[in-house]
């Protein structure tokens, strides 16, 4: 797991809302089988940077979009959980091990093509792009 | 020796004896002559005298810091139209260095938006001619 993805989930489960709704069931990438409903997949949308003249090979590039996927067999589950991330529209500061300077929670087009679950359960989704801009790595930051 | 594309990445602007950080675009200051109508009435075709070298203006884009001493440095050049040295230095394998003074004539702050990062454009008008050297090595004390 890179060290943005590790400290996109744990800043997701330093929310002790979420937490609480979801465990530790935050999954990167790909879902665990069996995981029991409610889970949250994040995976990444892609990145962008305004880059300088002067800019060092390796610089963290400038926004990271990442794709969010509330999933449940609970459709007002699904809801209030989707409300939890709402609510992290415009947070600042630690992010993991990291910081961030803005993160933006925009809810996704109706033809948004989810990819957290390819199962046939009849599971109900929220899905959002989340954009971070400005991440910085925390010096005792390593990949688990 | 075949002519080769480069890219401006690496491009280096000067400012005084440090280089500016953050810059994400530079505008050359253009060479313009003035062009003096000298048409006789036997003429067949209109070729224009060449007259002295026009001034002319170099600007720069940059992410603004102002915390930042060397971006705080035009702010200060700007209030008190103190003529700077600047250099410009292409990345080049050979690299080729303008050299001329200029006075910072404006500063101009992008809109600021929530998701955008503090940016600006500062504009500069030539005062002196452009010498031109291979070679980074920089003449500025």
């Not at chain 1, 744990?10 to 990167?28: E, N, P, Y």
């Not at chain 1, 809801?79 to 415009?90: F, N, T, V």
């Not at chain 2, 200060?76 to 394998?93: G, M, R, S, W, Y």
Request: net charge negative.
């Amino acid at each position: 797991m890179s060290q943005f993805a590790s400290d996109f989930r744990s800043f997701l489960l330093d929310q002790t809302a979420i937490a609480a709704a979801v465990g530790t069931h935050i999954h990167v990438g790909s879902v665990p089988q069996p995981t029991a409903p409610p889970y949250i997949w994040i995976g990444r949308a892609g990145v962008s940077s305004e880059r300088t003249l002067d800019q060092a090979q390796g610089t963290a590039p400038d926004e990271e979009r990442w794709d969010l996927e509330v999933w449940s067999d609970d459709v007002g589950e699904v809801q209030d959980i989707a409300e939890l991330i709402r609510a992290l529209d415009c947070a600042k500061g630690a992010f993991g091990d990291g910081t961030i300077q803005l993160l933006i929670v925009e809810d996704h087009a109706d033809d948004y093509v989810p990819k957290g679950n390819f199962g046939d359960e009849g599971y109900d989704l929220a899905a959002f792009q989340i954009q971070i801009l400005m991440y910085s790595a925390g010096t005792s930051s390593s990949s688990p | 020796m075949t002519a080769v594309k480069q890219i401006a990445h690496g491009t280096i602007l000067n400012v005084g004896s440090t280089a500016q950080q953050l810059v994400i675009g530079i505008t050359p200051p253009p060479r313009i002559r003035q062009e003096i109508d000298g048409t006789a009435l036997a003429d067949t075709l209109e070729v224009p005298l060449l007259g002295i070298e026009q001034k002319s203006e170099i600007v720069v884009n940059q992410f603004w810091d102002p915390g930042d001493l060397n971006h705080h440095a035009l702010d200060e050049a700007f209030d008190a139209k103190t003529q700077l040295t600047l250099q410009i230095v292409t990345p080049h394998a050979v690299p080729v260095t303008d050299e001329f003074t200029a006075k910072v004539t404006k500063l101009e702050p992008e809109e600021l938006t929530v998701g955008g990062a503090f940016k600006r454009k500062v504009t500069l008008v030539r005062t002196g001619a452009i010498t031109r050297t291979e070679g980074s090595s920089s003449s500025i004390a």
